[in-house]
């Protein structure tokens, strides 16, 4: 399925990654579209290496020359580096790692008297706090209007601090990779035309782990066309501690109407016993997308507890 947005419900164990590998695969083979136009995108560095291996088994060097699989931090990093002129960087930017980033705080509330500098904990809260208002994309100017707390309006100052000394070393952290693009698409006309006119087609794994950054990053890129496989299950959501929120699966019917979704349901890892026990659990679960996973393997042994 080509002609427009798709979104693949993909249960555990039912072959998830050979539906982008294939796929693409497919869009150069047979739709005629080179591998330089194509996107891939998913979490992790070891998950993008194994489809970028399984795709090339698919197809011929010359075939998969210039095909994009990487995760959504190296994407970002390349389009940031791509875009050097429309950001506010220079050349050669340092990315902080999240040692680099305690410090730092650590040193602003040093500088500020600020009660706490101390405190590995309060530390750590900080960190967090300004990671979400950054995935959320909220900028520094505007964190104070979501505080509750006195201590929350204590980290929206920290947070202002805190970005203008990024800028100030000519340095971004692990949230900006996504943020920066993400912005940078929504605010500069030019520059969203020409990336939806350099991937004309995404493919993006284990949807339900994106935050709002990255959705807002997906849905920028692919533009009104929406020629994206996105590829997922909200019952695998683990990640809702670093702001992935699985709500974005059901988000995407409403802003791509047209959207076709498929549900891949068999799983053929696990035994039944195994499959029926989990969808008695998942059955919990208040999720906007139903499916109901099955397995033709054996029964398999009982479970113990």
Partial sequence: YTQGPLLVLAGAGSGKTSVITRKIAYLVKHCGIPSHRITAMTFTNKAAREMKERVT?????????????????????????????NTPLKNNF????????????????????????????????????ISDWKNDLIPPEQAHTTCETQEDVQFAHLYQLYERNLRAYNAVDFDDLIVMPARLLQENAEV?????????YLLVDEYQDTNTAQYILVKLLVGVMGQFTAVGDDDQSIYAWRGAKPENMALLQTDFPNLKVVKLEQNYRSTQIIVKAANSIIANNKNQLEKNVFSDNEEGEKIKV
């Fill in 57 to 85: 088994k698919l197809m011929t060097r010359e075939e998969a020359k210039g095909l994009s699989v990487s995760t959504f931090h190296n994407f970002g990093l390349n389009l940031l580096r791509l875009e050097l002129k």
């Fill in 94 to 129: 340092s990315i902080l790692d999240a040692d680099d980033c305690k410090r730092i705080l650590m040193d602003l509330m040093h500088r500020d008297n600020l009660s706490g500098a101390e405190s590995k904990e309060l530390i750590a809260k900080a960190m967090k706090m």
């Fill in 192 to 200: 969203r035309d020409k990336w939806q006119n350099r991937v004309r």
